[in-house]
Structures are given as structure tokens and as C-alpha cells.
């Protein structure tokens, strides 16, 4: 700088660019209008960041050739019309570390007295970025892979472990319904409540996996909310007496009797978040309060407040929670750690959350919001109520068709003390043969069988009564151990289904639903 004018000169200006090329983390370059390089630095070779005078005047397509064609037609472009051209990626070996790689150039207009006498580039190697981008890419692809294999996974070993778990509940609800002594109805009480243990387990471990696949469908339709929150907590009453608990809820006169909403899942949330609160609660009380406001469009927010007298959660374990297999205290070790996981991604699903307030020693109360559509108490129509039951004195004819034999006994035994006519099939194609030579009133389709599966069998079913002009009600036994078998059940072609273990109220209302009688 001339310390008299207070100026920069001409030689020192090419100075100060070649010092500020230098630290640029960019390739800079200067074009001339006759596409001539005029000066270039070089961060890319890492040579000294200096200016390169040696390239002066050399040919733009000679110095950039590896860039490849359609450059020189960019920069031809910017001459023409002073606008920029930004973001253009390029690939081009990056540096001696990398083989190839990828660049972005950024071309804008040099203007001199009015004119645009050349274009500047800045280059920047993109290598290192893509290269993380595409390692991110692939670590998220092997992420939802495994997810997936996992989903697969635990939804065949569900059903593994379902089957004789059914098997074990149909018995034991069978020799229920015998006359036993004091003694025999205790064991058999037993056996039920440690089988409906262990199945509750599998269930958890089956509908994380379906929340975290994106997998498990809500199924709407009007309940009766105060009749859902007792089914629900009653139950649990045992447990708490058996604890010296004393477990209370109320419904406000606010909440409608009827809502619109997915019935088995509001179950399914105060199950899980009351359950916990009876688990970590060694005296005192478990209060459940429902309550609710009505929206403006006419939809209902509901709240359910459960609080308990228990251990209380520490402030730093009250997020952690909901997370899966974690339990914030190790006083009460029972339990997968899932339940308030599924009830909080429930209740998400659901339109609302969980939260919770709690000091250690104290207690905790949990909160619960659920959004839900308001419901009209003429629509309470139900395969879980009696209501709209029309029976018939006539026995229907039933093909039961399940591949495992304990099963099949148990829907027999089931069906014959109904005083319907029982027939029976192992897989599929033996349910097409019967069908076709015999006359049913219902088939009870299990889903899973070898040679040819329930879908199978009901398609082939009804595509013979596209000939035939027959329709005999198709219902599927199914487990639910596979993300979206409801939904493949009756586009297959069947009328509904029947969740496994089958239960004879169950059974009974069902039959009433699809056959009418």
C-alpha cells in the first residue's frame, strides 16, 4: 500500500488476491471473455495455495478437461448474460487421497467499468461430504433392514409361542366350564392366569414391534367409554387387593357415554399405565380419574389421570420411562419394561401423549390425552356386546379349519357345547374341498397353515362362488403376528376375524355377527 495516496496499486492487488487464494479453502479462477485462464489457484493440489502464473493465458477446456464437457458452455453462458450460475456439481478426481470425487463450481460475472470482462470460479470439493452422505445413506438402509428382520423375526416367533399358548388358554377355559372341586378349579384358575401372563408378554413384544414398523392400524368404532375404562380396571382389582392396594377410579359426567375410537387400544393404555402404577406401588391407593372436553368441531379430548402412593421416579429416570426395557426402579423388577413404551406411542397414535409428574417416595401421576370422535349411543352394535344378538334354535354347520390339532380340539369342543354341527380341515385345501362338497353356514379360517394358507383357501373359495352363486362367511383365527394380517385378511376376501385364543364369549358373538343367528 502507498502510505501517500492511501491506495492499492495494481501489483499490489495481485498480491493481496494470491494471499487471500492462498488461505481460501476453494480453487479460485479468473477467465478472461476469449476463455483464457487468467490466474488460478490451486487448494486442490495443495500447492502452496499460491497463485498459478504459469496457467495464465492457457485455454479454459485445457485446464479444466477433467471437469468433462459442458463447462466452457457455462462460463459461455455467464459472458452472455452477467447472470450467475451457482451450485453445479461436478465429479473430478478431488486430491491424491481420493480417486474420484465430486465438486461443486460456482461461476459468477467479473465486471470492469460497466462491463463484464471475465468469470470467476470457486471451487469446492465435495468429496469428504458425499462420501459421509453415502456411508450415512447405506447405515440407514442396513438400520430399516435389520429393523425389518427383526419385525419378521419376532412376529414368527410370536406366533411359535402363541399357538400352544392358545392351545393351553382353550383347554383351560374348557375345563372351566366343568364341574371341579375347590381344589381343581384353583389349579385350572392358576394355569389360566399364568398362561394369560406369559401370552400379555408376547403381545407387548409384538405390538413394539408393529409401533416401531409403522405397522399397527387403529380400528374405530363407537364403545361405550365408561364400560371400556371398568372392563379395563377391574382386573387389576385383584392384583391390587392382593397387594393390600386399594385401586379407585371415576368417570366425570362431562365424558359422553359413547365415543368413537379404537376400543381395545384405550384398554390396552390404561391396562399398561394403571398395571404400572399397582406394580410400583407397595401401599396406599391407585386413583383413576376420566375426564374430557369437548373440541369445537366436535371431537372429544380426553384425560385420564392415574396417581398412586408408590416409589415415585427420580427426575433424571421420568423421560426414560418410555423408553423400551427400561424400568426406572429396580424395587419391583417385573415386567418387560414395555408397557407405558406401548401405551405412550398408543396415545400418540391416538392423538395425545403421556406425561408424568412424580417426586421420589411420594408418588406419581401419570397423564394421559386421547383424542376421539364423538359417538352415538344408537350405533352400539358390537361383536363384544350382546345387544344385537338374534339366535336362531337351528345348529349351524361350521367347518373349522387349523393345522394345529390342540387348537382345532379346543374351537370343536367350543362350537359342539353351543350345540352346532363341527366339521373340521387341516389346511387350506382340504377347507376348498369341503366347501365344495358340502354346505356350511361359517368357516373359522386359521390364517398360517402349510401347503395353502387361510388367504389361499378363501380366495379359491370365492372364486368358486363367482361359479357357484353360493356365500358362506369366511372368519379368520388369527394371532395378529404380522403387521397388517387384519387388513390382508378381508382383501383376501374373508368377512372378519376372530383374535386368537379363541374364547367362547368370543366365539358367540361372532357367530351372532356373521351368520345372523
Not at 425389518?148 to 414368527?156: P, T
Request: hydrophobic share 45%; net charge negative.
Amino acid at each position: 500500500m502507498n502510505p501517500a495516496r492511501g491506495t492499492i496499486d495494481c501489483a499490489e492487488t495481485c498480491d493481496l488476491f494470491a494471499s487471500v487464494a492462498a488461505h481460501a479453502p476453494a480453487t479460485i479462477g479468473l477467465v478472461d471473455r476469449s476463455l483464457r485462464v487468467r490466474a488460478l489457484s490451486d487448494a486442490r493440489t495443495g500447492v502452496d495455495g499460491r497463485l498459478l502464473r504459469e496457467s495464465a493465458g492457457t485455454d479454459l477446456g485445457t485446464v479444466l478437461t477433467r471437469f468433462g464437457s459442458g463447462v466452457d458452455s457455462i462460463v459461455r453462458g455467464v459472458l452472455e448474460t452477467g447472470a450467475p450460475m451457482l451450485g453445479v456439481e461436478v465429479p473430478w478426481p478431488a486430491n491424491g487421497a481420493h480417486a474420484t470425487g465430486s465438486w461443486r463450481l460456482d461461476f459468477f460475472p467479473l465486471h470492469c467499468r460497466g462491463e463484464t470482462v471475465g468469470v470467476g470460479i470457486a471451487g469446492t470439493d465435495l468429496t469428504e461430504r458425499k462420501q459421509f452422505e453415502q456411508a450415512l445413506q447405506a447405515a440407514e438402509r442396513a438400520a430399516q433392514e435389520a429393523c425389518k428382520a427383526r419385525s419378521q423375526f419376532v412376529a414368527h416367533v410370536s406366533h411359535e409361542l402363541r399357538t400352544p399358548i392358545h392351545a393351553v388358554l382353550g383347554i383351560a377355559d374348557l375345563l372351566g366350564q366343568a364341574s371341579l372341586d375347590a381344589p381343581q378349579r384353583e389349579l385350572v384358575e392358576s394355569l389360566h392366569s399364568s398362561a394369560e401372563l406369559l401370552l400379555a408378554t408376547v403381545n407387548d413384544l409384538l405390538d413394539l414391534s408393529k409401533l416401531e414398523a409403522g405397522k399397527l392400524d387403529l380400528h374405530c368404532y363407537p364403545f361405550n367409554v365408561r364400560d371400556a375404562l371398568a372392563g379395563a380396571l377391574l382386573p387389576l382389582v385383584v392384583r391390587a387387593q392382593a397387594k393390600g392396594l386399594e385401586l379407585r377410579w371415576v368417570a366425570s359426567d362431562a365424558v359422553p357415554v359413547v365415543l368413537h375410537g379404537d376400543a381395545d387400544r384405550f384398554r390396552q393404555i390404561l391396562l399398561n399405565v394403571v398395571g404400572n402404577a399397582v406394580r410400583f406401588t407397595l401401599q396406599g391407593t391407585v386413583d383413576v380419574r376420566l375426564d374430557g372436553a369437548v373440541r369445537e368441531d366436535g371431537s372429544w379430548d380426553l384425560l385420564v389421570e392415574v396417581a398412586d402412593t408408590g416409589i415415585g421416579i427420580a427426575p433424571a429416570d421420568q423421560t426414560r420411562v418410555f423408553e423400551p426395557f427400561v424400568q426406572a426402579s429396580p424395587v419391583c423388577s417385573s415386567g418387560t419394561g414395555l408397557g407405558l413404551t406401548i401405551a405412550w406411542k398408543l396415545a400418540g397414535m391416538m392423538g395425545g401423549g403421556v406425561r408424568v409428574h412424580s417426586e421420589p417416595g411420594v408418588g406419581s401421576c401419570f397423564q394421559v390425552s386421547l383424542r376421539m370422535e364423538a359417538g352415538k349411543e344408537a350405533s352400539l352394535c358390537t361383536a363384544d356386546s350382546g345387544a344385537c344378538e338374534a339366535r336362531s334354535s337351528r345348529p349351524l354347520r361350521v367347518l373349522v379349519v387349523e393345522d394345529n390339532a390342540v387348537n382345532r380340539l379346543v374351537a370343536q369342543r367350543l362350537l359342539e357345547r353351543m350345540g352346532h354341527e363341527v366339521h373340521t380341515a387341516c389346511d387350506g385345501q382340504q377347507a376348498v374341498e369341503a366347501v365344495k362338497s358340502g354346505s356350511y353356514d361359517l368357516v373359522l379360517m386359521d390364517v398360517m397353515m402349510p401347503r395353502m394358507d387361510g388367504l389361499q383357501a378363501t380366495a379359491a373359495i370365492r372364486d368358486e362362488e363367482k361359479v357357484t352363486g353360493s356365500h358362506v362367511p369366511i372368519v379368520a383365527l388369527t394371532a395378529h403376528t404380522a403387521p397388517g394380517d387384519d387388513a390382508r385378511c378381508l382383501h383376501a376376501g374373508m368377512n372378519g376375524y376372530l383374535p386368537k385364543p379363541i374364547r367362547y364369549e368370543d366365539l358367540e358373538s361372532a357367530i351372532s355377527r356373521f351368520t345372523g343367528r
